[in-house]
């Protein structure tokens, strides 16, 4: 039973695929440990979404194709409905002048509705809004 649960976005998604992203050694360090320990990882669809998107501009859509076969057995999706998106969006009102895109606010969203206190990105904007971040360091 996985007892941690731990967000996941873009950034740290690239990192783990294109070896020249500057972050990518330390994603790829850190990313055994998140799948053999009892963390339960949580990413949203509109991650997924921008996720293959920019695989598939940088690196090709098989590079996107085999990301996402990857994911899909480890990583728990939130499928972003109606109701989501509209939370999103209020939320985006607010935190876009900040930084925040869309995605980063159903994130927000989706961690304040399953209790999750970190997130293993590369950004700092989750930081600013009390979110711990995976790794640590880097912050």
């Known amino acids: 039973m996985r007892i941690e ?36 990882l949580l990413t949203s669809s509109y991650v997924v979404s921008e996720t293959m998107t ?33 939370l999103g969006y209020e939320l985006w009102q607010s935190l876009g002048r900040l930084g925040f895109s869309l995605i980063d606010c159903v994130g927000h969203i989706l961690m304040n509705q399953h209790q ?11 930081a600013r809004q009390g979110i711990a971040m995976v790794p640590e360091k880097l912050i």
Do not use: M
């Open 5 to 40: 649960k731990i967000y996941i976005d873009t950034s740290a998604f690239y990192a783990l695929i294109d070896r020249s992203d500057s972050c990518h050694e330390a994603a790829k360090a850190l990313w055994p440990s998140l799948i053999k320990n009892e963390i339960n």
């Open 54 to 86: 920019i695989l598939q501009k940088r690196l090709g859509q098989e590079a996107a194709c085999l990301w996402h076969k990857a994911v899909l057995g480890v990583v728990d999706i939130q499928w972003v409905d109606r109701s989501l998106h509209t």
């Open 116 to 126: 999750v206190t970190r997130a293993f990105c590369f950004k700092t904007h989750y």
